[in-house]
């Protein structure tokens, strides 16, 4: 054994070790995600809010695609001409869209551009269009509502006059409207932050109005002194103080028991990029019923399972103590391919696990390359040791060759698969591609360490009961 | 060492044997749906509503309330005891769905829904668009890269087109067999069986470059013979490893295929075949193909005709 191998060896020891407790413990991790860098002229607190949008903590738990799991497709498509629907609107509405479906899906769901003026949503686990819909559509719409004296609780939703004509008001019977005083629209959005109170440190969100809305502001605020005020965001109350003195300057704040730094950071932003855009439409809808997923999934795990036992038990028996090792490593590029599902994270889908399989089958091909050129080397004649070496030698064009061409075949499928319409392709492509990488580490350097060890420690035990161990008579030295 | 080249052109009967078949088979599918094989709504447009009843029902009933609803009907299938529906339609919103769904209800009692797609005609023009663009995407990148990796030999790219003929052999093959299964089982294609014939490509490219791998190491080695006899031995040396390869991978495929879920089975099946048919073309095509050309048979065969003449 050399020095080199020792180094291997550990590093082996070191990534199985990592990810066994990456698949046992399934710890939640800091991850830094990339966010475009905040503007020259950016205040402490847009610095700072970018940094808490790349620092994200996040499980590593396994996630299922829809058709695993089940759930819904939205395609929306954008309206208007070319000056509003443009690259740099789509790309604000898919975050947007995004940021607002996540917390439906709880990790980042599947939101990509299809084209110039498509946004393809998955949304695994999600069975009701309603729901999907209404989140998707929500605005972020703010607005100050006049209560008549009542302190309403926070979180209560209520029924507002905005957008609702006088004879609508008038035929509502048996819910209370309230009259609402100023919108989000009378907002200065520069204005709009999330700060800190000055004196009691509490998270606030500061707010700034237009001209118009300064103007309204005072003249109510003039008017109800000691009265309360309700802050309602999607008819939703966030916060109701008691107005202690007339507002004449045109800032307020929205601070309240259920606001945290986090809490007034998403309100912020919220109010400030609530708004779309783009005006988008659903062109597409479709939902894939659990069932279909579920029986599925368990039934072809167990499937593969057995699959893969087979070709364990088939490598021993015909390669003998090479497959054995062989087998070895097999199990550690599972091991390892899904710890990186966990981490990258990759989202399994049906074709992504045939994706998977047959990079498990080609992983086997290696092995099988490299044992075949070994037994031959050895029937030649070679002693133990240059045929183990030259196995791995001569075997290595043709692995690599063949491996690259694929791993090129994944990069087209990969282009392709993000305009196909759905995940799948690509899913696919991306399971491959880690499975290819992966099975060329465990396939030739796990399996070699492992015979170089072996060699080392029972080399000669394997020479004297090589045609049992090998399948080949080797000389002996 | 084998002679397996000798008998190249049984090879090639065989594979037109499958191939023609499948040609015939496409040719029937083009005329009667207007595509070689029969296509899912991922790829056309129109919609899948997947609906369970507590009782039998009959398809003229389920037919009858979605053409009440003014949805015009391309389809429906019964299964699970005549209990569940599956109607393939007109492209509808979910809104419109609701309606029909009510209906049912209505008419045929209580009812549940299992799932609803529905795609745009634009939609799918851009993903059958994609997929072929793909296809020769892959087959251009394929081309260059064996030309490139193997310049090192005499006539670089005709390995690179032999592998080609052969990717395109296992396309032929695949698909059509799976328009026969259209024509005979109502297959429709959905973007699994387009990754399955993506995955077919991938393992076919892959299985030629073993091979190729062998022919490029003993032409150097094998300077006095005879280009047949090298291809022979490497075939020969190569071909215990594309028996074991192809065995492995049929281990896990008959796996899922006996054990596995019924939404992954067609798709298995495509693989199965596609693999199949990937490791004969390798050993049995694109390799005899380059000693065709080598020995300038074609030429040859018309030379003698004109003799004989």
């Known amino acids: 054994m050399q020095r080199r191998d020792w180094i291997y060896l550990w590093l082996i020891l070191l990534l199985v070790g990592l990810s066994l407790w990456l698949n046992l413990a399934q710890p939640a991790i800091a991850f830094w995600r990339p966010v475009p860098a905040p503007p020259e002229n950016a205040t402490p607190d847009q610095i700072a809010e970018a940094q808490a949008r790349a620092r994200a903590i996040r499980s590593t738990a396994l996630r299922l695609g829809l058709d695993l799991q089940g759930g819904m497709q939205v395609i929306l498509e954008a309206r208007g001409d070319a000056s509003v629907v443009n690259p740099q609107n789509m790309e604000t509405a898919r975050n947007i869209i995004s940021d607002r479906v996540n917390p439906m899906v709880g990790y980042e769901a599947v939101v990509q551009r299809q084209g110039e003026r498509r946004l393809v949503v998955e949304l695994p686990g999600v069975f009701d269009p309603q729901e999907a819909l209404a989140a998707m559509q929500r605005t972020g719409f703010l607005e100050f509502v006049d209560t008549n004296g009542e302190i309403l609780p926070e979180g209560m939703r209520i029924t507002t006059t905005h957008g609702l004509s006088a004879e609508q008001v008038a035929a509502i019977t048996g819910t209370r409207i309230y009259r609402t005083v100023l919108t989000g629209a009378d907002l200065d959005s520069r204005e709009i932050r999330a700060d800190s109170d000055p004196t009691t440190q509490e998270p606030i969100v500061a707010l700034g109005f237009n001209a118009e809305g300064t103007r309204i502001f005072a003249e109510w605020t003039s008017a109800h002194v000691n009265q309360p005020l309700a802050i309602v965001l999607d008819k939703k109350v966030i916060s109701c103080p008691i107005v202690q003195e007339p507002i004449t300057n045109g800032k307020a704040s929205i601070r309240g028991e259920g606001i945290d730094r986090r809490e007034a950071q998403r309100i912020a932003t919220l109010l400030r990029y609530g708004a779309l855009p783009v005006e988008l439409e659903v062109v597409e809808n479709r939902t894939v019923g659990p069932t279909l997923g579920q029986d599925s999934v368990n039934r072809s795990v167990i499937a593969g399972i057995i699959g893969l036992c087979t070709v364990l038990v088939f490598m021993t028996l015909y390669y003998r103590l090479p497959g054995v090792v062989a087998s070895v490593a097999l199990c550690i590029y599972t091991l390892l391919i899904f710890a990186l599902y966990r981490l990258i994270p990759v989202t399994l889908t049906l074709p992504g696990i045939a994706g998977l399989l047959l990079s498990i089958g080609m992983a086997v091909d290696a092995n099988i390359l490299i044992f075949e050129r070994m037994k031959e080397e050895l029937r030649a004649g070679k002693s133990l040791r240059t045929g183990i070496e030259a196995g791995f030698d001569r075997a290595w064009t043709s692995i690599w060759d063949s491996n690259l061409s694929t791993l090129l075949t994944c990069a087209i499928l990969y282009a392709f698969g993000s305009s196909l319409g759905a995940s799948i392709v690509k899913g696919f492509a991306i399971t491959l591609f880690f499975g290819v990488i992966v099975s060329m580490f465990s396939a030739i350097t796990v399996t070699r360490t492992f015979l170089r060890l072996l060699y080392h420690t029972v080399g000669s035990w394997m020479e004297r009961g090589s045609r049992l161990l090998l399948g080949v008579a080797v000389e002996t030295r | ?309």
């Open chain 2, 1 to 309: 060492m084998l002679r397996l080249i000798r008998r190249r052109y049984l090879y090639f009967a065989l594979s037109a044997l499958i191939i023609v078949p499948g040609l015939v088979a496409m040719g029937i599918s083009t005329a009667r749906y207007g595509t070689p094989v029969r296509l899912s709504i991922d790829f056309t447009s129109g919609s899948y509503v997947e609906v369970e009843f507590e009782r039998p029902v009959q398809a003229g009933e389920v037919r009858r309330v979605f053409l009440e609803q003014g949805l015009e009907v391309a389809s429906v299938q019964l299964s699970a005891g005549d209990r569940i529906a599956i109607v393939r339609s007109q492209v509808m919103d979910a809104a419109r769905k609701d309606r029909v769904i009510a209906a049912l209800g209505k008419e045929l009692g209580p009812v549940r829904e299992r799932r609803f797609d529905s795609v745009g005609p634009s939609i799918s023009r851009v993903v059958t668009r994609n997929a072929l663009y793909a296809v020769l995407a892959a087959a251009v990148v394929i081309l260059g890269f064996i030309t490139f990796a193997f310049r090192k030999v005499p006539h670089p790219f005709r390995y690179g087109l032999c592998a080609i003929i052969a990717m395109v052999h296992d396309i032929l093959v695949t698909v059509g067999l799976f328009s026969l299964a259209g024509l005979l089982l109502g297959w429709e294609a959905d973007t699994l069986f387009l990754s399955a014939l993506l995955t077919v490509i991938g393992f076919s490219v892959q299985d030629t470059i073993v091979v190729y791998d062998r022919i490029r190491e003993n032409t150097p080695r094998m300077r006095g013979l005879p280009f047949e006899q090298v291809v022979d031995h490497s075939l020969t040396q190569t071909l215990h490893r594309s028996l074991a390869t192809q065995l492995n991978a049929m281990f896990i495929m008959v796996a899922i295929l006996l054990f596995g879920g019924a939404t992954i089975k067609q798709f298995i099946l495509v693989m199965f075949v596609g693999l199949a048919s990937g490791t004969y073309s390798s050993l049995f095509n694109a390799v005899p193909l380059l000693v065709v050309w080598e020995n300038r048979d074609i030429p040859r065969f018309f030379a003698r005709l004109r003799g004989r003449a």
